[in-house]
């Protein structure tokens, strides 16, 4: 047994895998536990110090909890030089040991895929941070904003990580040093800075003492409004905020969002939920990025689970990123046109609340760039022409004008712009469909009270079919 086996606990046996076919409500009803850690005591298994000494961190340990051919073993050995291994027991029990494309596996076993570059566009820095810091440590690219990469350690290292070159740094980073103190004078000096990201690595993994520096100094700074704490602590390692000295630093800070980072919905889970729940009663707001992975989320059935279940934790959906180009990630890389298929089964079929904001991060250090399926269907000098999620397209008016189009008789779109119709009306949808039982109640003077009642109830298609309630409203003037 090897002194890293020893450290985490793990013995060279296989282990029988667990029935498969993961339960996927959210959050789940009971913790899941790998067979290995079974009879853990309850008082360890919720210590984050057990779970970060017996973390996952060599492919010599993952041979012994997961199947892999020999020529996968070899391919993922020859990583670990590159790239930081570490899973928690806590994550690593998130898996489904009887599927190789598991979406908790995905992000935190290492893939031969991980060795290909077929595109040729992935990069160590695609967004080119380092060019845009000014001092070490700091990225300002935006007027009001700017980025501090605390530490290089996670309590997770995820295979699709935009700053792999910095969490392969190793020593240096626990006591408060040259450049955290540049860092933090940087940001005095320049008044315009009113938003500052704490990121890492996970600055929640800091020793308390060193994170207490960076919450009091840039607490302290007058034209600071908002710390924003990047971390994926909440999803990988709860435990860590089991911890109540924890919560109260950060709220004692008063200026501290925190930015957490659930991709898929079997990551809800009920010590999620708890600490998540813990952040928004010591009064954090807690938003939540996703990445659009495949195999992982690249599905609108998952991505409408992950929302409606931040939702009921209280957590708001704030950004879906499209996967970086980033070494050792093209294989997680799905095409724009899919993160807009999601958005369009988003926006309008869910609260507003769920729908985040989908945005690429430019190469080149252009920032964020918002992405959205097209609304604006056409335009004159009068009105635009909008299309919503059901497919209605409406003349909007938006300044109070007379009209400076004649109009010239035409159909379709052009009648819209034209200004000789108001709005063109898909068949067979929902929300017509209760407007027409609605009308026909009216008209019978809401004398069948079974007839009254499903109208007002808005019962569905099954119950008669859309041509029996009323004509289907194509135009409406």
């Not at 895998?17 to 959050?27: K, L, N, Q, V, W």
């Not at 057990?50 to 993952?62: K, T």
């Not at 391919?75 to 029990?93: C, Q, R």
Request: net charge neutral; hydrophobic share 35%; glycine share 6%.
């Amino acid at each position: 047994m090897s002194e890293s086996d020893e450290r985490t606990g793990l013995n060279h046996r296989r282990v029988p895998p667990t029935t498969s076919g993961i339960d996927e409500e959210e959050p789940p009803g009971k913790p899941r536990r790998h067979p290995l850690w079974r009879e853990v005591p309850d008082h360890q298994w919720n210590d984050w110090r057990w779970q970060s000494q017996n973390a996952i961190r060599s492919v010599r340990q993952l041979r012994h909890l997961l199947p892999f051919t020999p020529e996968e073993l070899e391919a993922i050995g020859s990583l670990e030089a590159d790239f930081k291994l570490a899973i928690p027991p806590y994550y690593f029990s998130l898996i489904n040991p009887d599927d190789p494309n598991d979406p908790i596996r995905l992000q935190s076993v290492p893939s031969p895929l991980e060795r290909e570059n077929p595109s040729g566009f992935e990069l160590e820095d695609p967004l080119e941070e380092d060019q845009d810091s000014p001092v070490p440590g700091l990225t300002h690219r935006y007027p009001d904003r700017v980025l501090l990469v605390s530490t290089h350690v996670c309590s997770m290292y995820c295979r699709f990580c935009t700053r792999k070159r910095a969490t392969m740094v190793r020593g240096g980073w626990d006591a408060v040093n040259r450049n955290d103190r540049r860092m933090i004078d940087y940001i005095r000096r320049h008044p315009e800075i009113r938003d500052v990201v704490l990121s890492g690595g996970d600055p929640l993994t800091l020793p308390l003492a060193k994170l207490k520096f960076f919450l009091d100094n840039l607490a302290a700074i007058p034209h600071v409004d908002v710390i924003r704490i990047g971390t994926r602590v909440p999803v990988t390692l709860p435990q860590k905020l089991f911890d109540q000295e924890l919560i109260d630093l950060l709220a004692a800070a008063g200026k501290v969002w925190i930015q957490t980072h659930f991709n898929h919905p079997r990551e809800i889970t009920p010590e999620a939920a708890r600490v998540c729940q813990a952040l928004l009663r010591a009064g954090m707001p807690v938003n939540n990025h996703t990445v659009l992975l495949k195999g992982v989320n690249d599905s609108l059935a998952t991505m409408q689970r992950l929302m409606r279940g931040l939702l009921r934790i209280k957590v708001r959906p704030y950004y879906i990123f499209h996967c970086d180009p980033v070494i050792g990630a093209g294989h997680f890389r799905t095409s724009i046109w899919k993160g807009l298929e999601i958005m369009e089964g988003l926006r309008g079929h869910m609260s507003g609340l769920g729908v985040p904001t989908y945005v690429v991060d430019s190469p080149h250090g252009g920032g964020k760039i918002p992405l959205m399926p097209n609304y604006l269907v056409s335009m004159s000098d009068d009105a635009v022409v909008l299309r919503n999620y059901e497919g209605m397209l409406v003349r909007y008016q938006a300044e109070d004008k007379p009209p400076s189009i004649r109009p010239t008789p035409t159909r379709g779109v052009s009648a819209l712009i034209q200004g000789s119709e108001s709005a063109l009306v898909p068949e067979r949808t929902e929300r017509m469909a209760r407007r027409s039982l609605r009308v026909l109640a009216s008209a019978a003077g809401a004398n069948d009270k079974e007839f009254s009642s499903a109208a007002c109830c808005g019962e569905s298609e099954s119950t008669a079919s859309f041509d029996d309630w009323a004509p289907v409203v194509r135009r409406r003037r």
